[in-house]
């Protein structure tokens, strides 16, 4: 009895281990932090543009995908460099 009594007392003072930095995250617990639909993630992941390990049709997260979906978010969204006006595009559709 007086191990599991010294046991109990050393995991008193002992604090919680960090959270598991290899922990899956649902689409639902990402969703919940990055203020995003979980169907949202779903299809962007689906489509490739997120990071995300799949198990069948399950989409997990890592931390280290979570915070590269945030990196993206805020990197700066590339214009398309080939832009053609509708009146340029008719003048074109003329001339053949």
Known sequence: MAIRELA???RATV???PADPDEL???EEVGEVLQ???RTLKDQAAAGVLPHRRFGKHHRFTRGDVAEIVRLSAAPVKPSQHRVSVADA???FRAA
């Open 8 to 10: 109990a007392a050393v």
């Open 36 to 38: 995003l639909s979980p």
């Open 15 to 17: 604090p919680e281990p």
């Open 25 to 27: 995250l649902t689409p």
């Open 90 to 92: 008719a003048k074109d």
